[in-house]
């Protein structure tokens, strides 16, 4: 998924920016916040340890790509593109931390409803 999600990004957007890996690495970050916070022993779904850590550590964490954004980072500043290196470290962190809290409200709402 993860192959598709960067490849569809370089495909339609270009590939001077890393902006598939930032795009995987958002959307990951925001399944992972949606998911701890509607799993968590206060949440809305009741999943097990051993479900939970493999959804969060084996899916979500298989999915995004710290070392790739790394790498695409490294490559940026290598090649002389010291402004679209820090743009995708500012980037990566700014709106995966927003994904994350976005993923939390999200399932924080759902968490509320009254039911089932």
């Given amino acids: 998924m993860r192959y598709f999600v960067s490849g ?11 902006i598939g890996t930032l795009m995987v690495n958002v959307t990951g970050s925001f399944v992972i916040g949606f998911f701890a916070t509607l799993t968590a022993p206060d ?22 790509t710290f070392s790739s954004f790394s790498l695409q980072t490294l490559n940026l500043a290598r090649d002389g593109e010291r402004l679209l290196a820090g743009a995708n470290i500012v ?22 409803l009254k039911g089932t």
């Fill in 43 to 64: 949440g809305r779904i009741f999943v097990g340890a051993d479900a939970r850590q493999f959804v969060m550590t084996g899916l979500c964490g298989g999915y995004t």
């Fill in 91 to 112: 980037l990566s962190v700014v709106l995966c931390l927003l994904a994350v809290w976005a993923g939390y409200v999200a399932a924080n709402a759902l968490n509320q």
């Fill in 8 to 18: 569809l990004a370089a495909q339609h957007i270009g590939q001077t920016f890393p």
